[in-house]
């Protein structure tokens, strides 16, 4: 399995193979960043090297790990060089219909939109294959994506952009959540310290009982919510101010970046 790009997510995904027990010699990754490239040998003893022809010699499977920006350059790189290899791309917004242009036709191709906690093991990603991907090749992707969280398959390409705005940029909007009950903790006087405790073992914990229960959030909701208490007089402010309504077209404007920024590469 040879990786194009060694940052966060190739590393995440890199962790997670090793956990599963594949075996590291057999993992190789071009990144041009010479820091990077001994953190990986360091990390995980991989090999590394600087151009794709260094380690797609014995490789099956080529996973482009690069920024959007960077993926059109990478792939024409690449296209003399993958023959049957199966590709697997992590690089947001990019369709299959441009990378395969852009790699020479190829449509053994999966797309894949993962997010951030995979890091930790805990993220959750969203996956879409080619038309000449086979059964066996699907299973080996998903297992690739099950070592770093969940994963699920999409039956229409077009999904990618809403995953996109829901799970792809849906960390930042628990952080910036986060960063609101921080303020307000804070502002009520807490400590910094027991600030950040509050703030992360509720989200923690909350996230973990909604996992775990079979009941819907909204009904674990109005479960904590007790009539005239302190619960409800925070929601009602937050339905005052329209909060669910600003959320739910904040992420819909981001399945709309993700369209035009897809609209825009296809026309390239």
């Known amino acids: 399995m040879a990786f194009i790009g060694g940052g966060n997510m190739a590393t995440a995904i890199i962790g997670g ?12 990754v071009v990144e041009i960043d010479a820091a990077a490239r001994e953190r990986l040998r360091s990390a995980f003893g991989v090999a590394t090297a600087t151009s794709p022809e260094q380690v797609l010699g014995g490789a099956d499977t080529v996973v482009l790990a690069v920024k959007p920006q960077q993926a059109r350059e ?34 053994r191709i999966v797309r894949v939109m993962p997010n951030t906690p ?23 992707v998903q297992a690739m994506f099950d070592a770093v969280g969940a994963s699920l398959w999409l039956e229409r390409e077009e999904d990618m952009d809403a995953v996109t705005a829901v799970s792809g940029s849906g960390p930042a909007y628990v952080f910036y959540f986060m960063e609101a009950m921080l ?35 909204a009904a674990l909701r109005v479960r904590v919510t007790s009539p005239g208490g302190t619960t409800e007089a925070a ?10 309504a600003h959320v739910v077209t904040a992420i819909e404007a981001a399945a709309a970046r993700s369209r035009e920024l897809g609209d825009l590469v296809a026309r390239s």
């Open 183 to 217: 303020e307000a903790a804070g502002r009520l006087g807490l400590s910094p310290d027991a600030a950040r405790l509050l703030t992360l073992q509720t989200f923690t914990g909350a996230a973990r009982l909604a996992s775990e229960s079979t009941e819907q959030p």
């Open 118 to 140: 995979a890091l930790i093991g805990a993220g959750v990603s969203a996956l879409f294959a080619g038309a000449d991907v086979d059964a066996d090749e699907r299973a080996a």
């Open 74 to 107: 990478c792939a024409a790189q690449l296209g003399p060089l993958i023959g049957q290899r199966l590709v697997v791309t992590i690089a947001a917004g990019i369709r299959i219909e441009s990378l395969s242009r852009w790699l020479g036709g190829t449509r």
């Open 235 to 244: 929601l009602r402010s937050m339905e005052a101010s329209t909060v669910k």
């Open 17 to 28: 193979l090793l956990r599963q027990g594949r075996d590291r010699t057999a993992i190789g």
